[in-house]
């Protein structure tokens, strides 16, 4: 695939992951204040899940980044790979805060199913950061597909 190509996937990727976050970090932060979100359940199950899945990916793509080093990640996009190299950059400097961020990212995936208060208040944390580093990731593709206008 073409560079303009690859950010026009890459852009609507992202947005449905931004979607997600803000629909799971909207909704916890309702629960844990007592109140109730107005969203269905559906939308909330299809926000999780899409979490979910976008976790477990990447997390297997960071471990074998972390250990091929400066090598080519191979069956791997390159706006995927830059959002990798972004988010261990991230981790190294000290950017990702979040304890759960910097560990297993299969440990957030059970995170964001859980009730307990302390898990909340992890998940809100984890989410902030990962809205950061996908708001980031999002300038990138724009500036890719508008050429620096």
Known sequence: MKPKELAV???HENQKLLSAVNAVSIHTKLEMAGHSDLNSAKTIAEA???LNTFFK???VIVQRAEKAG??????????RRQFVRNFIDAKRNYRIQSPSLRGKLSDVV???HSDKD??????LL??????MLIE???AGDTEILLGGI
Request: glycine content about 2%; overall charge negative.
């Open 57 to 59: 990916e990447l997390d």
């Open 110 to 112: 059970q995170m964001i």
């Open 136 to 138: 980031e990731h999002i």
């Open 70 to 79: 400066t090598k080519p990640l191979l069956g791997v996009d390159a706006r």
């Open 9 to 11: 996937q890459s852009f």
């Open 126 to 131: 984890v989410l902030e950061e990962l809205r």
């Open 48 to 50: 999780k899940d899409t």
């Open 118 to 123: 302390t898990d909340k208040q992890d998940i």
